[in-house]
C-alpha cells in the first residue's frame, strides 16, 4: 500500500516538473519541434518514466538530471534567436526537393526521404502531379511546403485585377537578424549596394532591420526591430 502510494505521488510530481518545465521552454516546443527540441523531449521524457516508476534511483539526482536538461535548452534556445549560425547548426536549414516540377533525388537521399513518403506528403497538400509545383521545400520540423506554378494557384482579386502570367520566383531572404546574408545575394546575383539604397531611401540601416526578403513578384518587402506598435498584443 505504501509503495503504491509513493508510486502515485512520484508519478504526480513527475507531470507537474513536465507541465512546468513546458511553460519555461515556450510555444515553439509545442508547435515545431527541431532537432535540439527533440532530443530534450525524449531525454525529459524519459527521465521523467524513471522518476515516476524506478524506485531504485534517488529522486533527487532526476530532479538535479531535468533541471540540468531544462536549463540547456532553455539556454539554447535563448541563443539561437540572436545567432543565427548557431541556430543553423542547431535547428538545421529547410532543404529543396523539387524545382520546377522536377525531384531533386540527392537531397530526398540526404534526407533519409523516400519517392513514396514524399508522394504521400503531397497528396496530404491535395497535389497529386509534380508538374504542378514551381518549389517544394523539406522544413526543419520534417514538413513540406509548397509553391504552386502560377497556373495551378488559386485565382485572388489582385490575381484578376493584374491579369499577369508571370513565372513564379522563390522569395530570398537578404538581411536575417540585423545581417546581410551574403551567400544568399551572392546565388542570386544580387548586389549589397541595391538594398543598401533601398534602405538609405527610408533612413535605416542593415542593423535596423529584423528580416527583409526578395519576395517571389520581385519587390522588397522588410521588418525593422522598432515597428512602432504602442501596444502589442500576446494572447495567451
Not at 20 to 41: C, D, P, W, Y
Not at 153 to 159: R, S
Amino acid at each position: 500500500m505504501v509503495e503504491n502510494a509513493i508510486i502515485l505521488f512520484r508519478s504526480f510530481s513527475a507531470f507537474v516538473l513536465l507541465l512546468i518545465i513546458t511553460r519555461i521552454l515556450g510555444k515553439q516546443t509545442l508547435s515545431n519541434m527541431n532537432f535540439h527540441e527533440f532530443v530534450t523531449a525524449v531525454v525529459m521524457g524519459s527521465i521523467a518514466a524513471n522518476l515516476a516508476f524506478n524506485e531504485k534511483l534517488q529522486t533527487m539526482h532526476l530532479v538535479i538530471s531535468l533541471a540540468v536538461f531544462t536549463g540547456t535548452s532553455y539556454l539554447l534556445s535563448k541563443i539561437v534567436v540572436k545567432k543565427r549560425n548557431i541556430r543553423m547548426w542547431a535547428e538545421g536549414t529547410p532543404t529543396v526537393i523539387i524545382e520546377s516540377g522536377k525531384i531533386l533525388d540527392d537531397n530526398l537521399k540526404k534526407n533519409n526521404l523516400t519517392i513514396d513518403t514524399l508522394n504521400q506528403m503531397l497528396r496530404q497538400k491535395d497535389i497529386f502531379d509534380y508538374s504542378e509545383i514551381e518549389y517544394a521545400l523539406l522544413e526543419i520540423n520534417g514538413k513540406i511546403s509548397v509553391m504552386k506554378k502560377k497556373q495551378h494557384q488559386n485565382v485572388t482579386l489582385k490575381d484578376l485585377r493584374k491579369g499577369s502570367n508571370a513565372s513564379q520566383k522563390m522569395p530570398i531572404e537578404l538581411i536575417m537578424d540585423g545581417n546581410l546574408l551574403e551567400k544568399n545575394m551572392k546565388v542570386n546575383s544580387i548586389q549589397p549596394d541595391w538594398i543598401i539604397e533601398k534602405l538609405n531611401a527610408r533612413g535605416k540601416k542593415v542593423n535596423d532591420v529584423f528580416y527583409a526578403v526578395k519576395g517571389s513578384d520581385g519587390q522588397l518587402y522588410m521588418d525593422f526591430y522598432k515597428d512602432k506598435i504602442q501596444h502589442p498584443i500576446d494572447i495567451e
